[in-house]
């Protein structure tokens, strides 16, 4: 049974993005490993604070990744 944990930036996601999240985890793992196994299948969510984040050298914020969310509509 596969325990899957997604790390995410705290106050990026709303309730709805997060359960969908869960879900389309969940799906993807079904497809691979088999129908049967959906009810075993764990999916985590772990916010990280904001701040303690960083990529190429810098810290990432919630705020960062609105303006790049909006850049890429």
Known sequence: MP????????????????????????NTMTAIEGEALREVTWVNIEEVK?????IGGQTLTAADVHRMQQAAV
Not at 7 to 20: A, C, G, L, M, S
Not at 50 to 54: H, I, S, Y
């Open 3 to 26: 325990l899957v944990t997604v790390q995410i930036i705290e106050n990026v996601f709303t309730p709805e993005q997060k359960r969908e999240i869960i879900t389309k985890v969940t």
């Open 50 to 54: 904001e701040g303690n984040w960083g």
